[in-house]
């Protein structure tokens, strides 16, 4: 059974620093394309990073420069190494599988991230 | 980025009643769209994919269609679990993958 568990979420000052971590079962991370997608308080859906399977990476313009995305192979688990956090990066931080170049059929629970001071 | 456009922003309907939502894309997407569910506190759950295509386990009630830049999601018969919030996604433009804003649809 395919299951994806995201944890790192909490509570951080603005300019602050947070690793969010996504472990996986039922399939091998480092095989397929896997995303970062958040979801402020009481708004839409967001897409925020992807890595490829072969290890290339891409970042939406609101996150670029600031957050890392990355994945463990031994661990089967994908990461989002986020720094110099802002209020407008509070939300529900998911991770997901993504089938190839196209939708996402796979999501972790979510875990939140509130910057504030 | 493509910008994706969904109508209404919220509906109500009663239990057995047909339901449309629509998505527009700022500019063609092709059939490279996704439709999803979500629940208040949950993940969102694909349900269409390729604009048309019903992933396993999604009831047959639920089902997809377009091409270019207009999209619908149909439900032909409101189920108690169907009040939910969904969402379309393109992904003609990976990995800059956008989604609509999201319909709510409510009991009437």
């Known amino acids: 059974e395919v299951q994806l568990v995201e944890s790192g979420g909490g509570l951080v000052q603005p300019g602050g620093s947070l690793r969010l971590s996504c472990a996986a079962s039922g399939f091998t991370v480092s095989s397929n394309y896997m995303s970062w997608v958040r979801q402020a308080p009481g708004k839409g859906l967001e897409w925020v990073s992807v890595i490829y399977s072969g290890g290339s990476t891409y970042y939406a313009d609101s996150v670029k420069g600031r957050f890392t995305i990355s994945r463990d192979n031994s661990k089967n688990t994908l990461y989002l190494q986020m720094n110099s956090l802002r209020a407008e990066d509070t939300a529900v931080y998911y991770c997901?599988?993504?089938?190839?170049?196209?939708?996402?059929?796979?999501w972790g629970q979510g875990t939140l991230v509130t910057v504030s001071s | 980025d493509i910008q994706m456009t969904q109508s209404p922003s919220s509906v109500s309907a009663s239990v057995g009643d047909r339901v449309t939502i629509t998505c527009r894309a700022s500019?063609?997407?092709?059939?490279?769209l996704a439709w999803y569910q979500q629940k208040p506190g949950k993940a969102p759950k694909l349900l269409i994919y390729a604009a048309s295509s019903l992933q396993s386990g999604v009831p047959s009630r639920f089902s997809g269609s377009g091409s270019g830049t207009d999209f619908t999601l149909t439900i032909s018969s409101l189920q108690p679990e169907d009040f939910a919030t969904y969402y379309c996604?393109?992904?003609?433009?990976?990995?800059?993958?956008?989604f609509g804003q999201g319909t709510r649809l409510e009991i009437k």
């Open positions: 500019q063609g997407i092709s059939s490279w």
């Open positions: 997901a599988r993504e089938r190839t170049m196209t939708e996402f059929d796979y």
């Open positions: 996604q393109q992904a003609n433009s990976f990995p800059r993958i956008t």
